[in-house]
């Protein structure tokens, strides 16, 4: 065991009140701390559950940012899907088995970066990004198999 890396963490939740230095940790891409949570009959408690770590989402901005979209601009959007829904469904399922509302940052990282790509394909939507933003959200109403999980 590494000592800088092995750490006793102090699982607090509902139950467990008490202060500690550690009451968190990262594994395997996750972040297990203290967080808000519903039971079966729709009661709120506080549990130790996992959600994708800040490390993790860091990474994964990153390679959405080494795509290099705004600047494909000569590519179409249904050729772009092709190529980033393997890669996102991926993130989606496996970040997204605990806690998916974390994982709303980093897609709405890509829908700027979307909005971006669409600015400078578009003329119409250069300098624009309300326009921008509707005309995504259009293109998402009318193609809905662009659009991870279909």
């Known amino acids: 065991m590494h000592p800088e890396k092995t750490v006793i963490v102090y699982c607090k939740d509902e139950d467990r009140r008490e202060q500690y230095m ?13 967080r808000k949570s519903r039971n079966r009959r729709g009661k709120y408690f506080t549990g130790f559950l996992p959600a994708v770590s800040d490390k993790a989402k860091k990474a994964i901005r990153s390679r959405i940012r080494g795509w290099k979209l705004p600047s494909r601009s000569g590519s179409s959007l249904s050729r772009l899907a092709q190529e980033i829904n393997p890669v996102l469904k991926g993130w989606i399922n496996y970040f997204g088995s605990f806690y998916k509302s974390e994982m709303s940052t980093v897609l709405g990282y890509l829908n700027i970066i979307l909005k971006k790509w669409a600015r400078q394909k578009y003329k119409k939507l250069r300098g ?18 662009l659009h991870i999980g279909n």
């Open 22 to 34: 550690h009451t968190s940790f990262d594994f395997l891409g996750f972040t297990f701390r203290r």
């Open 128 to 145: 624009r990004k309300i326009k921008a933003s509707e005309w995504l959200r259009e293109v998402a109403n009318v193609q809905p198999n």
